[in-house]
């Protein structure tokens, strides 16, 4: 399969996931250490950012992470595949929300494999099979080790004289209720596979501090891109544990665009409205990928590096409907393999916009209805059925200009103790078009979006 991928300024994504337990918490016991603190904030910093508690301590699994060199480069392949899948079932599921669509499936999977590794028994089976966890729970984990370590080598070969132009970095984080014990074999996954390990925080105490240190952690790691990602209230002093991924990436375009090309035009909105919005334009014809199908043109623009690229797939005039009802794992794989170099005269829209997701009954009717639902099974995490998701948000913006692609993104999981209250030749895109970005090497997709209307 050919899989590429291009980047440009970009922050692929944040996920952050909420846990929620009973003020009188399980009794099941850890073997962790706890270590010393992190540095503090910086006094100023803290008092004009975090004014309530800071982090006291880090509790480690006495286990560090993993070398992911043995892992099976089939195990990797098999988790990519069903990311894909669960990145193209969930635009089918939400694609009829109407406006413009973005969003992160590498990021919502990434943030969910986190959460299924403290899920047991059918709600453990609904989540494999909604998010297309194709590995049993001892593969998969390693799996998303090896192919976070073979992402963050991404960019590894371009020249130190090109400064910061391509940046992509992963983190994942924990914070916990001081203390309150959770299972070793849970803390050890995250640490292992997943380089997680637990922040001390005092939710009962000081919930809305907690939430502000976290939202912090979040917009750090997000260059700011990601701001308040927990909103007030999500916090509260029954939280127990709150598990986070941030990505970002940033990179410009192989060739950028000439912005004295740039000018405004015409593009036809999925209503057939008529709207004025800036263009792109190569100052001659370009060497791209492209492929012209029975119903759509597509073509793939390389990021710095030419191992990150954007994907644009432009349905013929008045088919964008026809075309998204079929777009599938299959014709994915028809595009991708039939792209061809060749010559291409590009007019391609500037936009700019932010793209809310509420996921929590989306989630549930695509077929995982038990874990957001108090007879969930998370006993994984605590010993204890007594979790169960609440909500799952997610937010992402982007930005494409002549320079490049910028782009963020965030998942809230939101979970709560049982019997708690519910609390995205010649080819001129000036119509209708799906964009994805994607790992060249892997297929491994961070973005997936419509654009309907580039000034929506």
Not at 242 to 254: H, P
Not at 291 to 304: R, T
Not at 440 to 449: A, E, Q, R, S
């Amino acid at each position: 399969m050919k899989s590429r991928i291009f980047f440009t300024r970009l922050v692929l994504g944040v996920l952050v996931l909420v846990v929620v337990l009973p003020a009188l918490g399980c009794s099941s016991t850890s073997s962790v250490n706890e270590t010393e603190a992190p540095q503090p904030i910086e006094e100023e910093e803290q008092a004009a950012e975090v004014e309530h508690i800071s982090f006291e301590s880090e509790v480690q699994s006495e286990k560090g992470r993993l070398d992911a060199s043995d892992v099976a480069i089939e195990d990797v392949d098999k988790l990519v595949e069903g990311n894909t899948a669960f990145a193209l079932d969930l635009y089918q599921a939400v694609r009829h929300q109407g406006g413009n669509l973005f969003y992160s499936p590498y990021s919502i999977s990434l943030a969910l494999a986190m959460t299924y590794a403290g899920a047991k028994g059918e709600t453990a089976e609904q989540m494999a099979n909604t998010l297309h966890y194709l590995l049993p729970q001892e593969k998969l984990h390693p799996a998303f080790n090896a192919l976070d370590q073979s992402l963050a080598n991404l960019g590894a070969d371009i020249p130190a004289d090109f400064g910061d132009a391509f940046q992509l970095s992963i983190a994942n984080a924990i914070w916990g209720q001081r203390d309150y014990a959770f299972l070793p074999e849970f803390l050890d996954t995250l640490a292992v596979n997943y380089g997680a390990g637990m922040r001390i925080v005092d939710f009962m105490a000081d919930p809305d501090g907690s939430r502000e240190i976290i939202n912090q952690w979040v917009s750090d790691q997000t260059e700011k891109k990601i701001q308040d990602i927990l909103p007030a209230g999500s916090i509260t002093p029954a939280t127990r544990l709150v598990l986070g991924n941030a990505i970002y990436f940033n990179a410009s375009w192989a060739e950028t665009f000439s912005e004295d090309l740039t000018e405004d035009g015409t593009f036809y909105t999925f209503s057939g409205e008529e709207v004025t919005v800036p263009l792109m334009q190569y100052n001659a014809s370009k060497q791209l990928s492209y492929i012209k199908g029975n119903n759509y043109q597509a073509v793939e623009l390389p990021y710095l590096g030419n191992q990150v690229s954007m994907l644009v797939i432009v349905p013929n005039a008045g088919k964008f409907a026809e075309f998204e009802e079929e777009f599938s794992t299959e014709q994915l794989e028809v595009i991708r393999n039939g792209l061809q170099f060749q010559s291409v005269s590009l007019t391609f829209p500037k936009f700019e916009f932010e793209a809310p997701l509420n996921l929590t009954q989306t989630l549930a009717e695509m077929g995982m209805p038990l874990p957001v639902s108090p007879g969930a099974d998370f006993s994984g995490m605590t010993g204890n059925l007594d979790l169960y998701i609440s909500d799952i948000f997610h937010k992402a913006y982007v930005s494409v200009d002549e320079m490049g692609t910028e782009a963020a993104a965030a998942t809230l999981v939101a979970m709560e103790a049982t019997g708690m209250p519910l609390e995205g030749v010649e080819l001129v895109v000036d119509r209708p078009f799906l964009f994805l970005i994607q790992d060249m090497k892997t297929g491994t997709i961070f973005f997936l979006g419509q654009i309907l209307n580039p000034m929506q």
